[in-house]
């Protein structure tokens, strides 16, 4: 069974950073995309990163410049990281990792997880 849970969000500054992390069990990295999505209040949910099944990364342009998606992990657990910076209140959002056996050119993933909080105010 897959499951994917977040971790690391809570309260930032703006211009700070924050690290999320997704632990992923149940999963390889060489069968499943794994990746990031956040959905801020009133919007619809929107992909941020993913991390393809060869190890490529896929980074939205609208953040491309400030988040990095990095992986590592053994085969079955494996943690997909998106490091933020310079962040900014627009930025508020829950963040939610996925995963699908579709790779990242054409994912729509299967497997989420809950999401976590990431705020950005002073």
């Known amino acids: 069974e897959v499951q994917l849970v977040e971790s690391g969000g809570g309260l930032v500054r703006p211009g700070g950073s924050q690290r999320l992390s997704c632990e992923a069990s149940?999963?390889?990295?060489?069968?499943?995309?794994i990746g990031w999505f956040r959905q801020a209040p009133g919007q619809k949910r929107e992909e941020i990163s993913c991390l393809s099944r060869d190890g490529r990364t896929y980074i939205k342009d609208f953040v491309k410049d400030r988040f990095l998606i990095s992986g590592d992990g053994a085969k079955n657990t494996v943690t997909v990281h998106l490091q933020m910076t310079r962040l900014k209140p627009e930025d508020t959002a829950v963040y939610f990792c996925?995963?699908?056996?579709?790779?990242?050119?054409?994912?729509?993933?299967?497997?989420w997880g809950r999401g976590i909080q990431v705020t950005v105010s002073s």
């Open positions: 149940g999963l390889s990295f060489d069968d499943y995309a």
């Open positions: 996925a995963a699908d056996t579709v790779d990242c050119t054409t994912w729509d993933p299967d497997y």
